[in-house]
């Protein structure tokens, strides 16, 4: 965003937390995680154990329910109101928990969030 202000190009950045789609399900997760246990050495897997893999599993599902916002039209109205109006914002945060997470960036000045 500050490299293209030299060239007199405005961005503005659409700062999304995490929204659940389709094609990112609990299956999806569950799959690419025992990809990734399988790839360890046995000595790593017995130092674990099994119950943690179980246990860690039931965990990310758990945390996918709770945390993702099924509602991606908070994303496209950031995006459309970026794109049309006249006086577009410098940031945009879709979803309770982007807005949680960079609460204090939200009321410091772009200029003093661009720096940090």
């Given at each position: 965003r500050i490299e293209m202000q030299h060239f007199g190009v405005k961005v503005s950045i659409v700062e999304h937390g995490f929204f659940k789609a389709e094609e990112v399900n609990s299956d999806i997760i569950k799959k690419y995680l025992f990809?990734?246990?399988n790839r360890l050495t046995p000595e790593i897997r017995d130092s674990y154990?099994?119950?943690y893999l179980v246990e860690y599993v039931e965990a990310q599902s758990s945390s996918v329910?709770?945390?993702c916002d099924y509602d991606i039209s908070n994303v496209i109205k950031c995006m459309e109101h970026a794109?049309?109006?006249k006086h577009p914002r410098t940031r945009y945060r879709a979803g309770w928990d982007a807005k949680f997470f960079w609460l204090f960036l939200s009321y410091a000045p772009s200029c003093l969030s661009d720096m940090l």
């Open positions: 990809k990734l246990w154990g099994e119950k329910k709770r945390l794109l049309i109006a």
